[in-house]
């Protein structure tokens, strides 16, 4: 897993100076993604060039308000908190506003990067992404949501691949112990919502992945209609631009 960090860190260091940046914003939930995703942007770059950004709800506990700072504290990161909840409240103006947990998840998720990309402009940073390979390949994400970024450093790691990661990373043990979650409700877990615990899926998905997207078993056929049905989330936007256009 060393040379796994070290290929991340590399990945980090050519995104920031590729683009000129002055380095790295990430939206700090209190969660194991965020956390890793925090913790190699600060091996890659070092803690002065990483701010970590708190974006609570009312729908936030306390706890995950607290682990989102230790988590800032415990790598020496700048850390701001703001809350989503004027945003929210804006777009609650708006005509045939419907409240359902689909579609505030969703305004949820865009008004946290929306902030996030509000103060990596500020400040001329890049967005670090916080996605997980387990997530997104079975679209468990918002599009221009979560999901939006300008780098993706754990992207192609399964989520039991992140926790192992993260043990590495030093990552606070209440941090590795906490359910995974969205944090869009009160009592909101990433697996209740999947129905399965992240070992079930990614043994699924690596699975599927090795014997050709055949599926073997019940859990491995309802994963792959979740794949399936996630496609439009893994390819840019369709358009007409040749697949061999050119730029100068």
Not at 14 to 22: E, I, K, N, T
Not at 195 to 202: E, K, Q, R, T
Request: glycine share 10%; with cysteine; charged share 20%.
């Amino acid at each position: 897993m060393n040379d796994e960090m070290e290929r991340i860190c590399r990945l980090i260091r050519d995104c920031v100076s590729g683009s000129g940046s002055q380095g790295v914003v990430v939206g700090v939930s209190g969660g194991i993604d965020s956390a890793v995703s925090a913790a190699l942007s600060v091996r890659a770059l070092g803690k002065e060039r990483v701010s970590g950004i708190s974006l609570p709800s009312s729908a936030t506990g306390r706890q995950e308000r607290a682990d989102a700072e230790e988590i800032c504290r415990c790598l020496g990161i700048a850390c701001r908190t703001v809350s989503i909840d004027p945003v929210i409240s804006a777009l609650r103006g708006i005509p045939d506003f419907t409240e359902t947990p689909h579609l505030m998840g969703n305004i949820m998720a865009r008004a946290r990067m929306l902030i996030l990309y509000y103060y990596a402009n500020l400040e001329g940073c890049l967005v670090c992404g916080t996605s997980n390979k387990s997530e997104y390949m079975l679209g468990y994400s918002t599009k221009y949501g979560d999901s939006a970024a300008d780098f993706q450093p754990i992207l192609h790691l399964y989520k039991t691949r992140v926790y192992e990661l993260a043990a590495l990373l030093g990552i606070p043990e209440p941090i590795l112990r906490k359910p995974p979650s969205a944090g869009l409700w009160q009592g909101q877990t990433d697996e209740k919502d999947l129905g399965w615990g992240y070992a079930v899926i990614d043994a699924a998905l690596q699975a599927l992945e090795e014997n050709g997207w055949r599926p073997h078993s019940e859990v491995e056929e309802t994963v792959l209609g979740m794949v399936q049905r996630a496609r439009h989330k893994h390819f840019p936007a369709p358009s007409l631009i040749p697949a061999d256009q050119t730029y100068p």
